[in-house]
């Protein structure tokens, strides 16, 4: 039997990363272990090293009921192309996240950051069959289910984009800078620009920048 203070928190990693797929995660914690999952060093993995992430994961698998949906960069491609929105996409990942978890677990308050028009994962959610209290907030990650969601969001997207680099024996670095439009351009070279989607998402404007050249 849960309480109105247990919650699912819900996160996602790899939303501004070019290369790899997107990963969203969601976390059941009971309100009675937050204060466990605190003391162990549980909170937003945007303050984390990736070794910590990596190893702070392990620890939350072991003790949370969870799921994490990934969508590699060929799937993600095409979703893209067919919903045409960014937060839409999100919705549905975020709403098959919660569809999962709540198939292991009872509880109905749900926790995710404010990624856009919340429409988007209530209409979601309902197309689903669920119906849950909702919370989209700034900084959700002060939540320590949130925090949980976002870590283990991390450590899949980390393990997927080496996963990713190993098997085309290339480096894909993390983000969208300058050295992420040189890893695609050489990546490009060896493979060839229709290959790119394997890897990338392509709608990001960095496509632009390494197709530039070789188009």
């Given at each position: 039997?849960?309480?109105?203070?247990?919650?699912?928190g819900?996160?996602?990693?790899?939303?501004?990363?070019?290369f790899g797929?997107?990963?969203?995660?969601?976390?059941?914690?009971?309100?009675?272990?937050?204060?466990?999952l605190?003391?162990?060093?549980?909170?937003d993995s945007?303050?984390?090293?990736?070794?910590?992430?990596?190893a702070?994961?392990?620890?939350?698998?072991?003790q949370?009921?969870h799921?994490?949906?990934?969508?590699?960069?060929?799937?993600?491609n095409?979703?893209h192309?067919?919903?045409?929105?960014?937060?839409?996409?999100l919705?549905?990942?975020?709403?098959?996240a919660?569809?999962?978890?709540?198939?292991?677990?009872?509880?109905h308050?749900?926790v995710?950051?404010?990624?856009g028009d919340?429409?988007?994962?209530?209409?979601?959610?309902m197309?689903?069959?669920?119906?849950?209290?909702?919370?989209?907030?700034p900084?959700a990650e002060?939540?320590?289910?949130?925090?949980?969601?976002?870590?283990l969001?991390r450590?899949?997207?980390?393990?997927?984009l080496?996963?990713?680099?190993?098997?085309?024996?290339?480096?894909?670095?993390?983000?969208?800078s300058?050295?992420?439009?040189q890893?695609a351009?050489?990546f490009?070279?060896?493979?060839?620009?229709?290959a790119?989607?394997?890897?990338?998402?392509?709608?990001?404007?960095?496509?632009?920048?390494?197709?530039?050249?070789?188009?």
């Amino acid at each position: 039997m849960n309480t109105i203070d247990d919650q699912i928190g819900i996160d996602e990693s790899g939303k501004g990363d070019y290369f790899g797929p997107l990963v969203i995660a969601g976390v059941y914690v009971p309100s009675v272990q937050e204060d466990q999952l605190r003391a162990m060093g549980v909170r937003d993995s945007k303050t984390l090293s990736d070794a910590k992430a990596t190893a702070l994961a392990t620890r939350i698998r072991s003790q949370c009921p969870h799921t994490v949906v990934a969508i590699g960069p060929e799937r993600y491609n095409a979703l893209h192309t067919s919903m045409k929105n960014l937060n839409r996409m999100l919705a549905w990942g975020h709403a098959r996240a919660i569809e999962n978890l709540l198939e292991k677990v009872d509880c109905h308050r749900v926790v995710a950051d404010q990624f856009g028009d919340e429409r988007f994962l209530k209409n979601a959610l309902m197309a689903k069959g669920r119906e849950v209290t909702l919370i989209q907030k700034p900084r959700a990650e002060e939540e320590v289910a949130v925090a949980a969601a976002s870590i283990l969001a991390r450590a899949e997207f980390l393990r997927r984009l080496q996963e990713l680099g190993s098997k085309y024996g290339v480096t894909l670095p993390k983000g969208a800078s300058d050295s992420v439009i040189q890893a695609a351009k050489a990546f490009v070279q060896k493979y060839g620009a229709e290959a790119l989607g394997q890897v990338a998402k392509l709608h990001f404007r960095t496509t632009q920048s390494v197709l530039g050249n070789n188009s």
